[in-house]
């Protein structure tokens, strides 16, 4: 029952790049998932004539493309990296398909990121410290490329915050499974909640209180749509994810649970007063 | 061990109307806790020349009159009504310090508003269905009281979804006692994830799932200021409070318990990485 953790020295993305665990990042934008980034980007987009943006994680990407189109008309540009040249690959196609001009794409660990110190206005990590061992070492390295004046922002699930309705049993032993294979993988359930401790921890004193802005925001999966975009994605994953394969291999779960979890999310996506609410942490350091 | 609860016959705001009940209700604005209304408001607003809006369960009324100033300009007004008069000659209080000339007071029922059909145009209640055995009644009323083309809006925490770092085990007792005893006096602890279900249960057909709209907002208290409205509004409720009372009438916990939660709270004010978050359910129903 025990499994490798990655750590600080051999990074990984645990879920994995199936297109099953990917499926429903593609939802993501800045808007729906970066929308306390904005008011702040816009700010600095303004004093900052070629702003450059560093995407840390970017996974499939859509994030940083919406970011890359926000900054487009006040010339500014994106760099999103990946640990995985695979996933960054289909990030490109995503940008090309959206004709924007001003993002690249670069293969980089976020505990060493091959920067110079100081070289990015805005620094920004969407749900990639909750997949760490040590995030605050990677908050450490986020805060050393971000320019004095700029600003790092995060935002991480708290995935105990996760509430479903109808409760039926599968789905809320899904959400379990969810849980305990994150944690299995190394990474941290409680991410939202823990936001500007690991940041405070990351300054190492060079931060104070009044440096950090803290709030949470959430996502709802209620009407039709939302619900058959995310109870797809689960389908799938629970099909052919990461979870499965993992699930059943730590022994928290077998192929019948997994049968009824998959059943249960079909139901769920026909149900009419169907809703899932998650809350995520977020947070805007402002590098003194 | 068992308990009285109210019932759709016999109203009452369990939580009772001590300063210490109410000292935090007080942080309460349109602002942050009624956004999701606003941009409706505003739309209505612009079409009706005399909107009329009722705050349903208005206790304080600092949601109220905040509502009313919003109005002021487009000529609309407020009644507010809450089934305590102390409470409502406290909000009144509120109204005339702010000199807002548009909003007037009135005791009623939520089961019963001795309004006739279609009489407002928006209709409102924040963190009044958590406390309510029946809650789609009071929505149905809700509903029969609001003018076709207007909207309900609500809000309503999710009491199980609430998070604080650092995991101190006093606060989590807290927050264990604070839902326990909500339950206790017959109040909902997952209002958040039904409200969807509630109105569709309200409308008995009369209501679509498209007629609902859904999403969850947070509070966050993390910063100094808001660290000690919300820790000083707890330790005055433990010391005098309903949750005091009847945390150890119901021996949920003791006085030994109650004077850890004191102290943990006043711990937590002074910890610079100190932050809690709520996750409330919101939903404006668009009234056919």
Known sequence: MTTPHPTADTPAYAPGHAASQTKHHEWRTAQNSAAHLLPHLDRLAQQTPHLKLLDVGAGSGTISASLAAHLL???GSVLATD?????????????????????????????????????????????????????????????????????????????????????????LKFHGLMVDTLVANGGQDKGGRRLVSWVLDAGAGSLGRGDVEAGFGTWCYSEEGDRRAWGEAMVERLRTGQMREKGIELGLTTEEGIEEMIKAWEGWIETDDATLGIMNGEVIVKKP
Do not use: K
């Open 73 to 75: 008309p006040h010339g």
């Open 83 to 171: 640990i995985s040249d695979a996933i960054l690959s289909r990030a490109a196609s995503h940008a090309t398909s959206q004709n924007l001009p001003n993002i690249t794409f670069q293969r980089a660990s976020v505990y060493a990121l091959p920067f110079p110190d100081g070289e990015f206005h805005v620094v920004h990590a969407h749900q990639v410290l909750c997949h760490l061992p040590d995030p605050a070492a990677a908050i450490r390295e986020m805060l050393r490329v971000c320019a004095p004046g700029g600003v790092v922002a995060l935002r991480e699930s708290d995935m105990r915050m996760w509430c479903v309705w109808p409760e039926r049993e599968a789905l």
